[in-house]
């Protein structure tokens, strides 16, 4: 067995607030591998959140241990945590999160600009990421000038630009139609084919059999761990969608 990408044991997140102690999670363990599509289910307030942004980086447990890599991060000062999220982690957002009066290469380029990678090489990158979404032709369009789902397109890109070990997506299908939804949901299936790891956080069944594995919290806890037998394709879905659609 390959070593996990991912490594939670009694990963714990106590929070308090005001003289009442809240815990968010209570003692999560979990092996995620190099490759996999995993969901993240459970009702709202089960600890969802709490766990991606212990994943990302983005806060640090009050106990227990997160390895990424083989790597301990669970310790890391605030420094450290932001270079390992900045290089080996891409963010993507239920609301897409882009700069509105920037394009969209420059929206993609903007994570190669923090980690100081000179402006040609980051023009480069940022198309090559574009191109690899699909859309090529729209580098020069600012936010505003498209549709939803382009705009989580290019959200996508740039979580790809700094070729990260991993993207976490949170709700990235919940501002978007149904076909729409389809269809970033096929680019992520895409991406995961060709090996990148997906962790994404839904609150619809449907969204979660996109998956391979789906995970569901309840009162901080992972109550249900499971393999999609079947993952539903989403490229397959959005064809058979546009086709109903009225011309
Ligand atoms: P989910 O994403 O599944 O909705 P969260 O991880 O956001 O759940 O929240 C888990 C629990 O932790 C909830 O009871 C929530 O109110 C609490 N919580 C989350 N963030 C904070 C915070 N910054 N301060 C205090 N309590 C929090």
């Known amino acids: 067995m390959p070593t996990p990408l991912i490594t939670t044991r009694d990963l714990s997140k106590t929070y308090e607030l005001g003289g ?9 363990s979990l092996d995620i591998y190099a490759g996999e599509f ?47 999220r900045n290089r080996r982690i891409g963010f993507v957002f239920q609301s897409f999160n882009l700069l509105p009066r920037t394009s969209a290469l420059e929206n993609i380029a903007l994570p ?14 940022a198309a090559a990421s574009l191109a690899e979404v699909g859309l090529a032709d729209r580098g020069h369009h600012h936010p505003a000038q498209l549709s939803g789902g382009q705009q989580q ?4 890109a740039r979580a790809l630009v700094n070729e990260p070990v991993l993207i976490l ?3 990235p299908t919940g501002a ?23 962790i994404l956080v839904t ?5 979660a059999e996109f998956a391979k ?22 490229a397959a879905l959005a064809i058979e969608l546009r086709a109903e659609q009225p011309a």
């Open 20 to 28: 009442f102690v809240v815990q968010a999670l209570r003692g999560v």
């Open 213 to 234: 594995r789906v995970v569901t919290f309840r009162d901080g806890r992972v109550v249900e761990d499971r393999a999609v037998e079947k993952p539903r394709d989403a």
């Open 169 to 171: 997506a949170d709700e």
């Open 112 to 125: 190669l600009l923090y980690c100081g990678v000179p402006a040609e090489a980051r023009n480069r990158r």
């Open 153 to 156: 397109r290019v959200a996508i």
């Open 38 to 84: 995993v969901a993240v289910m459970g009702p709202s307030g089960s600890g969802k959140s709490t766990f991606m942004n212990l994943l990302g980086c983005l806060d640090t447990p009050t106990s227990g241990e997160y390895l990424l890599a083989g790597e301990r991060i669970s310790g890391l000062d605030s420094d450290a945590l932001a270079g390992i």
């Open 176 to 198: 978007l139609d149904t076909l729409t939804s389809c269809e970033v949901m096929a680019l992520l299936q895409q991406l995961n084919a060709r090996g990148m790891t997906v």
């Open 203 to 207: 609150h619809e069944h449907d969204i």
